[in-house]
């Protein structure tokens, strides 16, 4: 018996999600599955079961007892989302009548497949790109417009399409660069088309720059705006974490260092996301668990999009000390809060800071309002470009390619044509493993293994 490779075996898998529904849909793919699937489906509609006709039909185990009367459809080679012969099952949402099915698929011949499996094969056959490919697992995780934004740039090709044509501008540049290379004339007349050739290469670099500058905005756009709560021990932290979120996800305590580790969630303010870091209370830590604490809260801090100091209103010389810490942080953005109001009397009357009481709810509104008008900020940003960077792996990428185009830029006038046409071509390969035509396998492991099972 001949053994299919792994990306052509029949796989089966719950495409419709694991919640309680009226209806579960069972999504089938790969050599054989048509077979396995018709052996368990009776129908007195059309036996032959006709591309992209969904039948009524019986789903019966190996003994043939009925264990559920579903709709079913059926695709043949490439007219599918994998491009393989495909099938799905639209089953009632019963617990037990879908792991009954698997069951009996599973025996007969099926494997579980795995997270993100079928957007795979449909990239392997040629039916979508890779930034595709993650565009569609960003839009099955978008919980807002912003998000939905975010992914739809990428599941209608926009990014892709700006990237071919700057890949293009750079192969034809190439060529030039290796015509000269193989039929090589007088250095004078070399250097006249490495000049002709220059201003390619400049139009492209700005276009990479824009590009590389949209990822600030273009990540809030996708994940949110990342938000790092810090400040001393008892300085209202969690507080207004579980405020914001309207549980209680922080344990609250009056004892220092209560938080040792910085704590994340999010929530959606208006419409907009927003995720929040609970960082442990800065100071000289007592114990080293809760230094190691304080060092990732440092961290988080660097890292997001907005701070939000915290300091108890009675905190002596406030501003000095705040000074002190965005000296070493140095947020790329802050917003300074005095807190617990309705029993503490501010010690600062600086106009930059809000006052916040979480108890009577005095500056809550602010706060939000604040926050709101940062991501819309960002968002604004990227609905006004033609396209945006919104996912890492493709800065990385885009950043490489630029990275590229600066040295031959910078060297263009002393080194010798194949040197250049290297950096070129290096250039080209980094575009081209935005869009996966150069992508390494462990590359693709990392990207397919977070998407949901059953797509």
């Not at 969904?54 to 264990?67: A, P, S």
Request: glycine share 6%; hydrophobic share 40%; proline share 4%.
């Amino acid at each position: 018996m001949t053994t299919l490779p792994p990306d052509q075996a029949p796989i089966v898998a719950l495409a419709s999600g694991r919640d309680a529904a009226a209806i579960s849909i069972l999504r089938v793919s790969g050599v054989g599955c048509h077979e396995i699937v018709k052996a368990h489906l009776r129908t007195r509609m059309d036996p032959a079961w006709p591309a992209r006709a969904l039948q009524l039909c019986e789903f019966v185990d190996e003994t043939g007892r009925v264990l559920d009367a579903p709709m079913a459809v059926f695709f043949y080679g490439s007219h599918s989302y994998t491009g393989q012969d495909s099938a799905e099952i639209y089953l009632h949402g019963s617990p037990y009548v879908i792991r009954t099915c698997l069951d009996v698929l599973f025996r007969a011949g099926c494997r579980q497949a795995e997270g993100g499996e079928f957007t795979r094969r449909a990239f392997l056959s040629g039916k979508i790109d890779l930034a595709t490919a993650e565009g569609i697992d960003a839009l099955i995780h978008s919980v807002s417009e912003q998000q939905w934004m975010a992914a739809q740039q990428l599941t209608t090709g926009a990014l892709q399409a700006t990237v071919a044509e700057l890949r293009m501008t750079l192969l034809q540049t190439s060529s030039l660069l290796n015509a000269m290379i193989d039929f090589p004339e007088e250095e004078e007349t070399s250097r006249l088309q490495l000049e002709q050739i220059l201003p390619s290469v400049l139009e492209v670099k700005a276009r990479m720059d824009t590009l590389v500058d949209s990822y600030q905005s273009g990540a809030i756009t996708r994940n949110g705006l990342q938000v790092a709560i810090v400040g001393p021990p008892n300085a209202g932290k969690s507080t207004l974490l579980n405020t914001l979120l309207q549980y209680e996800r922080a344990i609250i305590s009056p004892e220092p260092g209560t938080t040792r580790d910085f704590l994340e969630e999010s929530l959606l303010l208006n419409g907009r996301v927003v995720r929040l870091i609970d960082t442990a209370g800065i100071r000289a830590a007592p114990e080293s668990v809760e230094s190691m604490g304080i060092e990732r809260s440092v961290a988080q801090a660097q890292q997001a999009d907005v701070v939000l100091f915290l300091f108890p209103a009675d905190t002596v010389n406030v501003d000095q000390l705040l000074a002190q810490w965005v000296e070493k942080l140095q947020p790329k953005q802050y917003i300074a809060l005095l807190t617990q109001i309705d029993v503490r009397k501010p010690s600062s009357s600086a106009e930059s800071w809000l006052t916040l009481s979480c108890h009577t709810g005095v500056g809550l509104d602010l706060l939000k309002a604040k926050l709101i008008e940062l991501v819309d900020f960002h968002v604004t940003q990227s609905r006004s470009r033609d396209c945006f960077i919104s996912n890492r792996r493709h800065l990385h990428a885009m950043s490489q390619a630029r990275d590229n185009l600066d040295t031959y830029l910078q060297s263009w006038q002393e080194e010798g044509e194949d040197c250049l046409a290297f950096e070129i071509q290096q250039a080209v390969s980094h575009l081209e493993a935005i869009i996966g035509k150069i992508t390494p396998d462990e590359i693709l492991d990392s990207i397919f293994s977070q998407f949901c099972i059953g797509k």
